[in-house]
């Protein structure tokens, strides 16, 4: 029971300290709460609704979640140049023309709630309110907003699938020229190299085995014609006469002419008339045309002194002989170099291959991205049809902004009661705080506490009637003060240097809450 009286004498003490912060903060609540103007909140409500083709059937290539583009939503519509625009269209607050960018802006955003859903799966439903001074004024806003929010969504997913479409437009037409590019190259490489192609390889293979077939054929005519002649000399040299040397058989000239002239034929049948080849053989057909013209002349004219017959037929096989052996070494000559001049281009064939592997491979590596940037870029241009068709996710508007009939807020009773009790718990901290720091010995058990003596009894201060009469008038003076001139102090302040209204106004701007 002492300690209870104890602390109320405290309290009873220290009640100058509580009026003081109690009524304040009371009497601020109680002004603010009557002056503070009617506020009036519209609501819209937006639906943002899936594809409307099946993505199975065509899909849109703005892959943006629902709850994601309902945020993307919120950012966008928050943007300072937003609500700048729309505070001044619709003539927001009473003296705009004399608020800051920044004070409009901070109470836009402090009237303007956005409400998404939570959870695992949400609704992607979006709830936007504003409040504002009239009906209208709230209403008008939130047009404009729902404006805003399908203009700034269209163009965000449009934009979006345009940007799409022009990348792969610009990956297609760099790829295709990466191909033509390549393919130049491989055009270039096949031209210069066109002699040492692997894809010739077989071919040049047997031409070369065809090739050393004839000189080896050649080799053996000319050592066939060779032991030829050596058999005619040493058939000479035993019996001084040529084996079949019998006067109705033809010349060896005449035959040699014949052969000649078959071969003329034969190579007529490939070459042209102007070919070297064919000018050699007719020059070399007038020699023997010549020779057996003169031998003949000589036959009619015998001479005393002439060689016998067949030493000169001799000579003429064996120079017919030698004859046909130089004509078998220039087409060997020429077999020969046609020989070399391939194993020039069968040696440089495997480094061409590989060469021209690589460049193939760059080639196949390039068309496979090309047709891969080509369908990328055919279903981009769908996901943009989508997009400029509006066939893609959009906002469907459930609930359009009505004008409100009846003032929402403030809520005044909340303002007061709950400021008066704010005041009342302040008043209370104040009085803890202010006894919790004082260590003033009052009473016998503090003594004790602190220095651990016991006294042996404590004598009282003793008033006078008049004492006690002044100091109780004192405390009822403060009090009245206190009760009375505080709100009227407070309430002079409101109305000679700053509305109280205007200041929980700004408060509630900064705080992002109205009441």
């Given at each position: 029971m002492s300690e209870l009286k104890y602390y109320f004498s405290i309290a009873f003490r220290r009640?100058?300290?509580?009026?003081?912060?109690?009524?304040?903060?009371?009497?601020?609540?109680?002004?603010?709460?009557?002056?503070?103007?009617?506020?009036?909140e519209s609501q819209t409500r937006l639906l943002l609704e899936g594809p409307q083709i099946p993505s199975e059937l065509a899909s849109s290539t703005v892959m943006v979640g629902l709850i994601e583009q309902l945020e993307i939503i919120e950012q966008r519509l928050m943007t300072r140049a937003n609500m700048l625009d729309v505070a001044r269209s619709q003539n927001v607050f009473e003296n705009i023309q004399g608020m800051s960018a920044d004070a409009i802006v901070e109470a836009m955003r402090a009237r303007t709630v956005i409400s998404t859903p939570g959870g695992r799966n949400p609704t992607p439903i979006m709830n936007v309110t504003f409040e504002a001074r009239t009906p209208q004024i709230a209403a008008g806003v939130l047009n404009e907003y729902l404006t805003l929010i399908e203009q700034q969504n269209a163009e965000f997913r449009t934009s979006r699938a345009g940007n799409t479409l022009e990348f792969f437009q610009q990956e297609v037409d760099r790829l295709g020229q990466n191909l033509d590019t390549q393919s130049a190259r491989i055009l270039e490489f096949k031209t210069k190299n066109s002699e040492a192609l692997p894809e010739s390889l077989e071919y040049r293979l047997d031409q070369?085995?065809?090739?050393?077939?004839?000189?080896?054929?050649?080799?053996?005519?000319?050592?066939?014609?060779?032991?030829?002649?050596?058999?005619?000399?040493?058939?000479?040299?035993?019996?001084?006469?040529?084996?079949?040397?019998?006067?109705?058989?033809?010349?060896?000239?005449?035959?040699?002419?014949?052969?000649?002239?078959?071969?003329?034929?034969?190579?007529?049948?490939?070459?042209?008339?102007?070919?070297?080849?064919?000018?050699?053989?007719?020059?070399?057909?007038?020699?023997?045309?010549e020779r057996i013209a003169s031998r003949t002349q000589t036959k009619s004219q015998p001479d005393a002194s002439a060689p016998t017959r067949g030493s000169v037929t001799l000579d003429l096989q064996l120079s017919e002989i030698e004859t046909r052996i130089s004509m078998l070494q220039e087409p060997r000559e020429e077999v020969?170099?046609?020989?070399?001049?391939?194993?020039?281009?069968?040696?440089?064939?495997?480094?061409?291959?590989?060469?021209?592997?690589e460049l193939t491979r760059s080639y196949a590596n390039i068309e496979a991205q090309y047709n891969t940037a080509v369908d990328r870029l055919a279903?981009?241009?769908?996901?943009?049809?989508?997009?400029?068709?509006?066939?893609?996710?959009?906002?469907?508007?459930?609930?359009?902004?009505?004008?409100?009939?009846?003032?929402?807020?403030?809520?005044?009773?909340?303002?007061?009661?709950?400021?008066?009790?704010?005041?009342?718990?302040?008043?209370?901290?104040?009085?803890?705080?202010?006894?919790?720091?004082?260590?003033?010995?009052?009473?016998?058990?503090?003594?004790?506490?602190?220095?651990?003596?016991?006294?042996?009894?404590?004598?009282?201060?003793?008033?006078?009637?008049?004492?006690?009469?002044?100091?109780?008038?004192?405390?009822?003076?403060?009090?009245?003060?206190?009760?009375?001139?505080?709100?009227?102090?407070?309430?002079?302040?409101?109305?000679?240097?700053?509305p109280l209204d205007l200041l929980a106004d700004r408060a509630m701007n900064k705080i992002g809450v109205r009441w």
């Amino acid at each position: 029971m002492s300690e209870l009286k104890y602390y109320f004498s405290i309290a009873f003490r220290r009640l100058h300290y509580f009026l003081i912060v109690s009524v304040i903060i009371s009497a601020v609540s109680v002004i603010t709460a009557l002056t503070l103007p009617p506020a009036y909140e519209s609501q819209t409500r937006l639906l943002l609704e899936g594809p409307q083709i099946p993505s199975e059937l065509a899909s849109s290539t703005v892959m943006v979640g629902l709850i994601e583009q309902l945020e993307i939503i919120e950012q966008r519509l928050m943007t300072r140049a937003n609500m700048l625009d729309v505070a001044r269209s619709q003539n927001v607050f009473e003296n705009i023309q004399g608020m800051s960018a920044d004070a409009i802006v901070e109470a836009m955003r402090a009237r303007t709630v956005i409400s998404t859903p939570g959870g695992r799966n949400p609704t992607p439903i979006m709830n936007v309110t504003f409040e504002a001074r009239t009906p209208q004024i709230a209403a008008g806003v939130l047009n404009e907003y729902l404006t805003l929010i399908e203009q700034q969504n269209a163009e965000f997913r449009t934009s979006r699938a345009g940007n799409t479409l022009e990348f792969f437009q610009q990956e297609v037409d760099r790829l295709g020229q990466n191909l033509d590019t390549q393919s130049a190259r491989i055009l270039e490489f096949k031209t210069k190299n066109s002699e040492a192609l692997p894809e010739s390889l077989e071919y040049r293979l047997d031409q070369q085995a065809s090739l050393q077939e004839q000189i080896r054929q050649i080799d053996r005519d000319v050592t066939s014609l060779r032991n030829q002649a050596e058999r005619l000399v040493q058939i000479f040299e035993a019996t001084g006469q040529l084996e079949g040397n019998t006067g109705a058989s033809l010349s060896p000239d005449e035959q040699r002419l014949q052969q000649m002239q078959g071969q003329l034929d034969e190579t007529l049948s490939v070459y042209a008339p102007e070919s070297p080849r064919v000018k050699m053989l007719e020059a070399r057909i007038a020699q023997l045309e010549e020779r057996i013209a003169s031998r003949t002349q000589t036959k009619s004219q015998p001479d005393a002194s002439a060689p016998t017959r067949g030493s000169v037929t001799l000579d003429l096989q064996l120079s017919e002989i030698e004859t046909r052996i130089s004509m078998l070494q220039e087409p060997r000559e020429e077999v020969a170099a046609r020989l070399e001049q391939l194993g020039e281009t069968l040696a440089r064939t495997p480094s061409n291959t590989v060469t021209l592997d690589e460049l193939t491979r760059s080639y196949a590596n390039i068309e496979a991205q090309y047709n891969t940037a080509v369908d990328r870029l055919a279903r981009a241009s769908t996901g943009e049809r989508i997009e400029s068709l509006s066939q893609g996710q959009r906002i469907s508007i459930i609930e359009p902004p009505a004008v409100p009939n009846q003032p929402t807020k403030p809520n005044r009773i909340l303002i007061a009661g709950g400021g008066t009790i704010v005041g009342i718990i302040a008043g209370i901290a104040l009085i803890l705080a202010i006894e919790l720091l004082n260590r003033t010995a009052r009473r016998p058990e503090d003594i004790i506490k602190r220095m651990g003596v016991r006294p042996l009894t404590s004598i009282p201060y003793m008033r006078s009637r008049s004492e006690i009469i002044w100091k109780r008038l004192i405390r009822v003076t403060v009090y009245l003060v206190i009760l009375l001139g505080i709100p009227i102090a407070v309430y002079a302040v409101h109305l000679y240097y700053l509305p109280l209204d205007l200041l929980a106004d700004r408060a509630m701007n900064k705080i992002g809450v109205r009441w």
